[in-house]
């Protein structure tokens, strides 16, 4: 990790600077000495550092949401080229190209905040090691060393020895107690943003393996944060755990005011917002007209939720704008109304005997009707000659299929058992 933290030492001036300046607006207000104006000089540079990279972060929600609809696309593509991982590979940029999607915009803002996590480590390990570093002179450094938080030292780590942390005034109980709280909580943050992610903002009706990916890595990062934090000092968890509730808070916000589309977070999202036109008769805020807009824009191609919503406004007798208002509308009523009934109007399906019957039962009336206009035919004109002359033996009578009664089998029939006759 030192080895690492050396390469990103040109920026420990900068960051060793911004903690300083920090340091003294909570000096004056706790003591230069404290752990508290201390650890809050960290918090204070990752919020710095977190308000910066919100533009990145906004590419890395684009991103992840363009990444879920290309799954099945980008599925096809490697059915289709199974055999050949050079077109698969050129389909696959093709692909992004045509959509403006980057598979690494997801992983902006951790890239962009690692040379600063590093040269906190960087800083923080020097002074452990008594050493001045960046705009920290000796008596910043004499301040930074007396610093505890909840009795350990903002240099300490879990892994030192009992030696090294006495040099720095703490008992190694506090110090492992402190840290080992600190990096559950850190672990803890990381998993729970993740499964947030999981549960509530991703489209429940697409699945594939970009799903499982990120169902694994729900596991797999707070491990990996677990051990790595064993060996991070007090400072560094300060401020991991910091960026981790940040990171936490922020999509929460996001999943809360603008969802991916098909998720739960939406259908929770668009239930909030019927709410709020029943309530006010109105689309209130910039936002929620941005989302009926696009809804409205959207026409056919609207997912399952996104339909429900408008059907709702429409039994409410609204009807939702291009521009994302909405107005009183007797016909969206009425074409609501008329639609359920028209639901509840539809005949109920027939079993298979129903449907056998229903299909015998014309043939049956029309040889019924075949029947009596022939017999009014004979009435009319009778024809002895026909009925005199003898009829092949063997040959059914031609009136014979057309009196058969309904559901019986044409053709000589069956004699019957003697116990039925």
């Known amino acids: 990790m030192d080895t690492i933290a050396s390469l990103f030492s040109f920026i420990t001036w900068p960051v060793s600077w911004v903690i300083v300046q920090f340091h003294t607006l909570y000096g004056a207000i706790f003591g230069d000495d404290t752990g508290w104006a201390w650890g ?149 943050s990381q998993f729970f943003t993740q499964r947030q992610l999981m549960t509530k903002n991703v489209d429940l009706t697409v699945k594939t393996p970009y799903m499982q990916q990120q169902k694994m890595l729900m596991y797999i990062f707070p491990v990996i944060f677990a051990v790595m934090g064993i060996n991070f000092p007090v400072g560094v968890l300060v401020y991991w755990l910091t960026t981790n509730v940040w990171t936490m808070g922020q999509q929460m916000y996001v999943i809360n005011q603008n969802p991916t589309p098909g998720s739960k977070a939406q259908d929770q999202y668009l239930g909030r917002l019927l709410k709020s036109v029943t309530a006010h008769g109105e689309v209130r805020g910039r936002t929620k007209r941005n989302t009926v807009k696009r809804i409205v824009s959207k026409g056919s191609d609207r997912n399952d939720i996104e339909r429900k919503f408008i059907t709702g406004l429409a039994k409410l007798g609204f009807a939702a704008q291009e521009d994302g208002t909405v107005i009183k509308s007797d016909t969206a009523l009425a074409e609501a109304e008329g639609g359920a009934a028209q639901r509840r109007q539809q005949p109920k399906r027939q079993t298979k005997a129903q449907r056998q019957t229903g299909a015998a039962q014309p043939t049956g009336a029309k040889d019924t009707d075949s029947t009596e206009s022939g017999s009014k035919t004979s009435l009319q004109k009778p024809d002895a000659s026909q009925d005199d002359k003898p009829k092949p033996a063997g040959k059914p009578a031609s009136g014979s299929s057309r009196q058969a009664k309904s559901g019986q089998r044409k053709g000589p029939q069956r004699p019957k058992h003697p116990s039925k006759k």
């Open 40 to 188: 809050l000089s960290i918090v204070s540079l990752v919020v710095l550092i977190r308000i910066c990279l919100i533009p990145l972060f906004v590419k890395q929600i684009k991103s992840t949401r363009n990444m879920q609809v290309l799954q099945p696309k980008m599925k096809a593509i490697q059915e289709r080229y199974k055999s050949d991982k050079q077109r698969q590979s050129e389909e696959m940029m093709k692909l992004y190209k045509e959509t403006g999607t980057n598979p690494l915009s997801s992983c902006l803002p951790i890239l962009a905040q690692s040379p600063f996590f590093f040269a906190l480590y960087h800083v923080l390990s020097a002074i452990a090691s008594g050493k001045t570093i960046g705009v920290i002179d000796q008596p910043l450094l004499d301040s930074a060393r007396q610093a505890h938080i909840f009795g350990a030292p903002l240099a300490a780590k879990f892994m030192d020895s009992e030696a090294t942390v006495r040099a720095l005034g703490a008992s190694l109980t506090d110090v492992r107690v402190v840290t080992a709280i600190m990096i559950v909580m850190m672990s803890a």
